[in-house]
Each structure stands twice: as structure tokens, then as C-alpha cells.
């Protein structure tokens, strides 16, 4: 896409921030928490292994568009809601909004992209871990996105004691404490099979999004946002999903093309960029079970994209 077309269709998009779509989230996943914290109370517990990694989900996302300044017109409003967000999806706030951030500046870069770090950690893996993680790759156990949100909390306990990061790791344990006090061990193994599912919904999620692309560009240069459609995937869900769990996360090329459009907004700009005939990476819902067939070694290789288009 070139720099005019990439004007002409911001034009036709809205990126103003919807209150009445903020207040409908809070709503939504304040009665999800309370529906959650109830059936602990009751015979029918075993619903929340469904409820908790819809709920956990949907705060990813929520942290997501935190982390781009939309979730909230006020930027220490989006701070905060970034922080509670990143504690009930596992994940601290300040580190991840740095690694996305930087994601986003140098998408599709080997050499700076962090999505492409696990290329050269696998590279240098030893056989056990190689062949573990292949087993459980080929076998659906999201072993990976497990490692991951370890090593997002790794580097929140080694970061910069800023008040930021503080409270990236303060609000999390607080709020685990607090939750696992009030659970007996019956309701503690349910948490612990929710979270499981979480993470499989996350690694099926976020896998799609880059896994075997790059740009062909030197290891200085950081694409626009216009030049970075060949990049990244989007991809079809259920019409309840896409909504009401992942908040449109699977429009990535258009999140990638607009990062500061709303995610209510990401299927316009999906149908906008269909009606321009503009070239887009799109997979089937079944992309991720067909790639789990694969030796993981194979699926994580980049394949050269298209060079840069000029302004």
C-alpha cells in the first residue's frame, strides 16, 4: 500500500473514542466477574473453567488497547486500566506495553522485533527442550504461551523500579492473594484448568499474527504503518468471538495498518481495505491446526515478504 491510498481510507474510518462502548465493557465484565465469584459459591463451580479464560481474555484485550492510549481518552485513566486489566490476564502491564511498543516501531524487523526472539532462544535450546516444546506444539498443551507470561514477569522483577512497574507487580499479587484466600482447593484446581485454557485461547490467538513473516528491509529500518500489510495475518472467527471474547485481536493487519484505531472499529477497516482490493494475509480459523501438524522448527521460520513500498 502506498502512503496516499493509506491517507485516503484513514479518511473513511472513525477513530474517535465511544464511551457508550466503554461503559458496555465495564458492564459486561463486571457481571462476567460476579457470575465467576457466585458459581464459586455453588455446586455448578466447575462453569467457571468456560467463564475464566473468556474473562481473562477479553482483559488481555482490554490491556492491548490500554497499551495504545484507546481504552480511555485520559492517559492515566488508560494507566490504570492497563494495570487492573494486565493483573486479571496474568500479564504486568509496564513490561508488556514497552515489548509491544517496540513490536509496533520495528514490526517484522529479525533483528529488533521482539515477536522474533523466540527464533534464536529455540536456536539455542537444548535437544530436551527442543523435543519438549515440539510435543506439546504438536499436541495442543500451550507450553509456550506459559514461557511466555513467565518471562514477561521475569523481566517485571528485573525492570526499573519505577512507580509504573511498582504497580505492574503490586495490583497482580494483591489481587491473587485476595482471590485465592477466599477459594477452597475444589475451586483453586478449576482456576488453575481456566488459566490453562487461557493460554491455549492466547497462543492460538497471538501465533497467526507473525509466525513465518518478515520484511526483507536491513536491520536499521522500521516499516510504516502503511508498509506493514505483508507482515501480518488476519484472520476469521465466529462473529460471538470476534466480539465478545477477542475483541477483533484477529483483524491484525488492520490493527497494524491503524494501531490507533478503536477495536470496534478494526472489521470497518477489514471491509474497507476488502473494497479497495488492497493485498491482505488472510487465514481460515483452521490455520493453527494445520500448522500444529508441522515440526514446530518449520513453522517458526521467517519467509521473506515483499520490499518496502515507497511514500
Known amino acids: 500500500m502506498n502512503k496516499i491510498t493509506y491517507k485516503n481510507l484513514r479518511q473513511k474510518l472513525n477513530f474517535k473514542f465511544q464511551r457508550h462502548f466503554f461503559w458496555k465493557q465495564i458492564a459486561f465484565d463486571f457481571t462476567l466477574l460476579a457470575s465467576m465469584f457466585g458459581l464459586f459459591q455453588t455446586s455448578y463451580a466447575i462453569i467457571n473453567v468456560f467463564l475464566i479464560p473468556i474473562f481473562m481474555f477479553r482483559q488481555f484485550s482490554i490491556l492491548h488497547e490500554a497499551v495504545h492510549g484507546l481504552s480511555h481518552p485520559s492517559s492515566k485513566t488508560n494507566q490504570v486500566i492497563g494495570i487492573i486489566s494486565g493483573a486479571f490476564c496474568l500479564t504486568p502491564y ?104 487461557y493460554f491455549r485461547i492466547y497462543e492460538d490467538m497471538i501465533v497467526p499474527q507473525h509466525f513465518g513473516m518478515y520484511s526483507d528491509d536491513d536491520a536499521s529500518h522500521h516499516p510504516a504503518a502503511w508498509d506493514q500489510q505483508d507482515i501480518t495475518r488476519t484472520w476469521y472467527l465466529a462473529p460471538a468471538l470476534e466480539k465478545h471474547v477477542v475483541l477483533n485481536m484477529n483483524y491484525h493487519t488492520e490493527h497494524h495498518l491503524f494501531p490507533d484505531l478503536p477495536w470496534h472499529q478494526l472489521d470497518r477497516a477489514h471491509k474497507l481495505l476488502l473494497q479497495e482490493k488492497e493485498n491482505i494475509n488472510l487465514v481460515t480459523q483452521n490455520w493453527m491446526q494445520s500448522q500444529r501438524q508441522r515440526p514446530f522448527a518449520e513453522v517458526i521460520v521467517p519467509i521473506p515478504s515483499r520490499k518496502k513500498n515507497a511514500a
Open 94 to 197: 509496564a513490561v508488556w506495553k514497552v515489548a509491544h511498543l517496540k513490536h509496533h516501531y520495528w514490526t517484522g524487523n529479525l533483528e529488533q522485533d521482539p515477536t522474533f526472539s523466540i527464533i534464536k532462544s529455540y536456536e539455542q535450546s537444548s535437544s530436551f527442550k527442543k523435543r519438549l516444546i515440539q510435543s506439546t506444539w504438536k499436541s495442543g498443551v500451550p507450553l509456550l504461551a506459559a514461557l511466555q507470561h513467565l518471562g514477561f514477569w521475569i523481566y517485571c522483577l528485573k525492570g526499573k523500579k519505577s512507580l509504573e512497574n511498582t504497580l505492574s507487580l503490586i495490583v497482580p499479587l494483591t489481587t491473587y492473594i485476595i482471590a485465592f484466600s477466599q477459594l477452597n482447593l475444589i475451586n483453586v484446581v478449576i482456576c488453575f484448568v481456566g488459566v490453562g485454557l
